[in-house]
C-alpha cells in the first residue's frame, strides 16, 4: 500500500456520491459540504487488485470516485462469480455490518476512492440525519439489485442477461451523472 495514498483537494469528483446520496433523500448543504470534503486523502487501485478481501472486515470506509470494482467469489480452480458491480458514488464499507465481508471486493478497472471516515463518524453521532436516511435507504436498493442478477442468471437467456445488466448499469451511471437515457462510458 505505500505510495498509493495522495493528498488532494477535492476536484468535483465527490459529486458522484452527493448525487447518489441525493437520488435517496434530501441533504442538507452542511451534509453536502461534509462528502465534498472526503475528498482529501485518496486511494489508487490497479485493475485486479482486491480492495478487501473475503472473510476480512473492511476497516476504513471509502467513496468510489473513479473506476468499476466488484463484489465477487473466487473459486478454487480461479473462476469466478461476480454479485454486483460498484460504480462511481458507490461506497465501500461505509454501512459496516457485524462480521467479515462475504465476498472480496476487487478493482476492475484502475480505481480512485476518497476515505469516508468523516461521514462514516457523523452519521453514527446522529450529527447528519438526512445522511443516516440516505444510507438507509441504499439498502433495501441494493438488495433488488441482487435479487435482479439472481434472477438474471438463473431465468434470463444470455441475450436478456446482458441486456438486463447493461441497463441496469446505464440507469445507475445515469443517477451520478455519468450518462444519460442513451448512453454511458464503458
Not at 472526503?38 to 485486479?48: M, S, V
Not at 453521532?125 to 439498502?139: D, M, Y
Not at 431465468?155 to 446505464?170: F, G, I, P, S, W
Request: glycine share 10%.
Amino acid at each position: 500500500m505505500t505510495g498509493r495514498l495522495t493528498p488532494r483537494s477535492a476536484l468535483g469528483q465527490l459529486d458522484t456520491v452527493v448525487r447518489r446520496l441525493k437520488a435517496f433523500r434530501g441533504l442538507s448543504e452542511a451534509e453536502v459540504e461534509l462528502i465534498r470534503g472526503c475528498g482529501d486523502r485518496r486511494e489508487r487501485f490497479a485493475a485486479g487488485e482486491e480492495i478487501v478481501a473475503e472473510g476480512e472486515i473492511a476497516v476504513r470506509p471509502r467513496f468510489i470516485l473513479s473506476g468499476w470494482a466488484c463484489r465477487q467469489r473466487v473459486l478454487s480452480d480461479g473462476r469466478r462469480q461476480i454479485f454486483g458491480f460498484l460504480l462511481p458514488g458507490d461506497s465501500i464499507g461505509l454501512r459496516r455490518r457485524a462480521g467479515p465481508e462475504l465476498a472480496s471486493i476487487a478493482a476492475l478497472t484502475a480505481l480512485e476512492t476518497a476515505d469516508a471516515e468523516p461521514v462514516h463518524e457523523a452519521a453514527q453521532s446522529g450529527r447528519a440525519t438526512g445522511l443516516v436516511r440516505a444510507l438507509a435507504a441504499i439498502e433495501p436498493t441494493e438488495q433488488a439489485l441482487l435479487l435482479d442478477h439472481v434472477v438474471r442468471l438463473g431465468r434470463q437467456t444470455a441475450y436478456e442477461r446482458v441486456a438486463h445488466c447493461l441497463l441496469e448499469l446505464q440507469h445507475r451511471l445515469e443517477v451520478v451523472g455519468l450518462g444519460d437515457s442513451q448512453r454511458f462510458p464503458l
